[in-house]
Every structure is written in C-alpha cells, then in structure tokens.
C-alpha cells in the first residue's frame, strides 16, 4: 500500500511570497498532521485535520494555515515567507489521529527561503 | 507543560553494545508515549510506543521501559547494529498532537 506523499520535495522561494505544499495520506486514513522540523527547534506541530476539520493546532503565526479535502487530501500555506521559515516540512497521516493509530510520516518538503 | 526533555543529545555505540535514550515529561495528561527512528533524507518512523498503563514493552531488540511516578520513560536498543544508526526521537501524545523530544543522533560503529 503507497505510503504518504508529499510534494513538491524540494522548494525554494523568496522572502515574502507564499508556498503551497501538498500531503496525499495513506488510502484509508483520516487524520493528516504537519509538523515542522528545524536543526534549532527540532519537530514542532503545526496543525492536525481530521475529515476536513481543524482539530488541533500549534503555536505557529496565522501565516501558516491549512486544509483538508474531502478525499483526505491535505494543503499548507504560508504566507509573506521570512527566512526563518526555511525548513524540512512533513506530513504524517494515520487512521483516526497520532493519539490512537499509528502516524506514518511523509519524506518531508525541504523549503528553503532565500 | 508541554515539553518533552530528551538526552544525550549524541551516543556513540560499539556494535553488540546497549544504546540508552532517555526521556522526560511534564504533562500528567500525556497518555501515548512513541519512539520515532529518523534516517537522513526520510520521515520519522514509529519504532515502538507505550502506554503509561504498563512500565515496559519490547519489541525485537527494542524495549521501552517507563516510570510513570517519575515521568521518564527510556529506550533500549539491545545488541546495537551500525544499521540502527539514526536519529531517534521521543514524543508523548494526549490529544492527537505529538510533542516531540529534540532527538538522540546515534551512531553504532563495527
């Protein structure tokens, strides 16, 4: 069974536009979670959708925000992207959410803001 | 409240050897504990996980053994292989929402 997909994997934009990055879970699952992973900050939890509904989030800006469609298809944006904003960005999906099933973790998309 | 204390930040194994990575948590509410193993270039993977309800779980060489009284719960990789050679990441769940340790590098050399 195809794993979790995350594209692009490889990104880089500049200091004040938006990106959009996309998260195909694992047939079946309903829970899509983003987290960002820095070298200073390590996993940080962005948000959690669960059947197209924001059931948790983190302590991030309002730049950065999400969706969830109805096949379970997740999206992230961000918005006037700072420097800082440069990191690894991975997605994990899971049945009914990281607490009870197992997360899968995509291979991330490497953002780079220049 | 919500973080998650991991350490040593590296470990540097001999291959037969013990790895130890050691965690701490503060939330009483946590009630999901994971190990994630992360190899350069990929997502973390989920090793093995506990709940508080038992004080230890293994799986193959990996074991789990948690204290719940002293809120510390550690991993245990037994007859360490330099493919075990990865990051490897704690984490504690309550709500759905993983709050991740900041990782142990490990590196079993022959």
């Known amino acids: 069974k195809a794993g979790v997909t995350q594209t692009p994997r490889y990104l880089i934009k500049t200091r004040g536009q938006q990106v959009t990055l996309s998260c195909s879970p694992i047939s079946g699952h309903r829970s899509v979670s983003w987290y960002q992973q820095t070298p200073g900050q390590g996993l940080q939890f962005l948000f959690e959708y669960f059947s197209e509904t924001q059931r948790n989030k983190g302590n991030f800006p309002g730049r950065f925000s999400g969706r969830q469609f109805s096949n379970s298809r997740s999206e992230m944006n961000v918005s006037t992207l700072e420097l800082g904003d440069s990191a690894l960005y991975l997605c994990?999906?899971?049945?009914?959410?990281?607490?009870?099933?197992?997360?899968?973790f995509g291979q991330g998309t490497r953002l780079t803001v220049v | 409240q919500q973080q998650v204390k991991q350490s040593p930040q590296s470990l540097i194994v001999q291959k037969g050897g013990i790895s130890i990575i050691n965690c701490a948590y503060e939330?009483?509410?946590?009630?999901?504990f994971p190990w994630y193993q992360q190899f350069p270039g990929k997502g973390p993977a989920l090793l093995i996980a506990i709940r508080p309800d038992v004080s230890e779980k293994k799986e193959g060489r990996f074991t789990i053994s948690f204290n719940k009284s002293a809120k510390q719960f550690s991993l245990h990789i037994m007859d360490s292989q330099p493919g075990d050679s990865a990051t490897y990441f704690c984490a504690a769940s309550d709500t759905d929402k993983l709050i991740f340790g900041t990782g142990t590098r490990l590196q079993v050399f022959p």
């Open positions: 939330n009483t509410a946590f009630d999901y």
């Open positions: 994990a999906s899971s049945l009914e959410g990281a607490e009870n099933t197992e997360a899968f």
